[in-house]
């Protein structure tokens, strides 16, 4: 219950942009306090190719578990975190998670397992960002190989310089993942520019693939468009065993959604890794 401090959730979800000034700092110190306080959380989505039914990967995603207040879905604050100095450290710490996550997760994973990890402009831009990151990834002894890092085209508010950065983190070894392809207010250029391996189709194509028409031409000329530029698609959000196979159909090549299991925290992910060793086509 948030009456001692003015804040309620529910204002801040729906009215982020309404927020009083002085309301969006308090948010934001809120938030800072539960971070301090590790109420964060990294959990876990996996991710499945689609012509074998195989575990690939997983998606990081960040949680809040607030005492007070329960599980907090990143709707609620990544926007603050992004927009105020605080992704530069939680971003940091994100990396970190994800990295001690991995060497418990390739111990019980196929091999060749990615744990993808979203990444915003902010954290790109920050002047420390690529010497940070190699030194966390000898820090923990993992290769930049084992992780993607999620993008989507609104880095490219931060500036034209952020492509070379992106530049770098492929040259050594991360791949790079457009997120929510299709939802952007930018034109097909940055597609011409931006270093990328996968495009991930937006959820609000793949929830009306069954019934619309319209929406699987636009999926097959996104298929086409990946092919041309010789990336991988994976879709996001996909709920039914008819959407996966529709947009197995349609040329993804790899999915993700509530049909193979909602994000999870570490240690209900890794053992859903040993149920799936036992049982190869449970997870
Ligand atoms: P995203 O990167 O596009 O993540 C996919 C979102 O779709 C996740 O929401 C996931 O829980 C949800 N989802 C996956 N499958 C299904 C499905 O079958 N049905 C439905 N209804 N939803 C599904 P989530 O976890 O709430 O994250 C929302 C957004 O917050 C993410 O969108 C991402 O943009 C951002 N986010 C999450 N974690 C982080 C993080 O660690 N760092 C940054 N910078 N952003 C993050
Ligand atoms: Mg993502
Ligand atoms: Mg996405
Ligand atoms: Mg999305």
Not at 33 to 51: G, S
Not at 68 to 77: D, K, M, R, T
Not at 197 to 205: P, T, V
Request: glycine content about 6%; proline content about 4%.
């Amino acid at each position: 219950n948030q009456s001692n401090t003015g804040i309620h959730l529910e204002d801040t979800a729906i009215q982020q942009h309404g927020l009083s000034a002085v309301d969006k700092l308090r948010f934001e110190s809120q938030i800072n306090t539960a971070f301090q306080n590790r109420e964060f959380q990294i959990y876990h989505q996996p991710i499945h190719d689609l012509a074998h039914n195989k575990l690939i990967g997983s998606e990081a995603l960040i949680r809040w578990e607030s005492p007070s207040q329960g599980l907090i879905s990143p709707g609620y604050f990544v926007d603050v975190l992004e927009n105020s100095s605080m992704i530069v450290p939680v971003g940091y710490w994100i990396f970190e998670e994800c990295f001690m996550h991995f060497k418990q997760i390739r111990e019980k994973a196929p091999a060749n397992f990615t744990v993808s990890i979203n990444v915003s402009g902010r954290q790109f831009a920050h002047h420390d960002f690529l010497p940070t990151l190699k030194a966390l990834l000898i820090k923990h002894g993992v290769k930049a190989e084992n992780f993607k890092l999620e993008i989507t085209e609104r880095i490219l508010m931060e500036g034209g310089a952020i492509i070379d950065v992106l530049n770098q983190c492929r040259d050594i070894g991360f791949e790079i993942s457009l997120d929510d392809f299709g939802t952007g207010f930018s034109s097909l250029q940055y597609l011409a520019q931006m270093p990328i391996n996968y495009i991930k189709i937006d959820r609000s194509f793949v929830m009306n693939v069954l019934k619309d028409e319209r929406t699987r031409a636009i999926i097959r000329s996104i298929v086409f468009l990946a092919s041309q530029l010789n990336v991988k698609v994976i879709s996001e959000g996909i709920e039914s065993e008819a959407e996966a196979s529709v947009m197995y159909g349609l040329g993804s090549d790899y999915g993700q959604g509530y049909l193979y299991s909602k994000p999870i925290p570490l240690p209900q992910f890794l053992k859903d890794l040993e149920g799936q060793k036992r049982s190869p086509a449970s997870f």
